[in-house]
Nanobody, 116 residues
Framework: QVQLVETGGGLVQPGGSLRLSCAAS????????MSWYRQAPGKERELVAF????????SYGNSMKGRFTISRDNAKNTVYLQMNSLKPEETAVYYC?????????WGKGTQITVSS
């Protein structure tokens, strides 16, 4: 079955950096676009970043542009999210996502807390 396992979350100070990883299995990773989402307490889940199957196209939420970078390693079935200059309001659970047709799959998420 499809599995997405996020790692790399934790506590970081404002202005700091973190790198998230999402290990994928149970589907053809190299044929699938991948995304990162986040959900802060009391807020809706929002798109953070998206990458096509061959890394040819990436896109980001408006507030993340220039600070976040999504990448993937198809040989390792892993997608990454490098986050720089983190802000307290970016405290949230970050989720890995993929899907095709009407199917969508989510990891369990990893908590990021941005606080001094």
């Amino acid at each position: 079955q499809v599995q997405l396992v996020e790692t790399g979350g934790g506590l970081v100070q404002p202005g700091g950096s973190l790198r998230l990883s999402c290990a994928a299995s149970g589907f053809s990773f190299s044929s699938s676009a991948m995304s990162w989402y986040r959900q802060a307490p009391g807020k809706e889940r929002e798109l953070v970043a998206f990458i096509t199957r061959n890394s040819g196209i990436t896109s980001y939420g408006n507030s993340m542009k220039g600070r976040f970078t999504i990448s993937r390693d198809n040989a390792k079935n892993t997608v990454y999210l490098q986050m720089n200059s983190l802000k307290p309001e970016e405290t949230a659970v970050y989720y890995c996502n993929t899907g095709w047709g009407r199917l969508t799959y989510w990891g369990k998420g990893t908590q990021i807390t941005v606080s001094s």
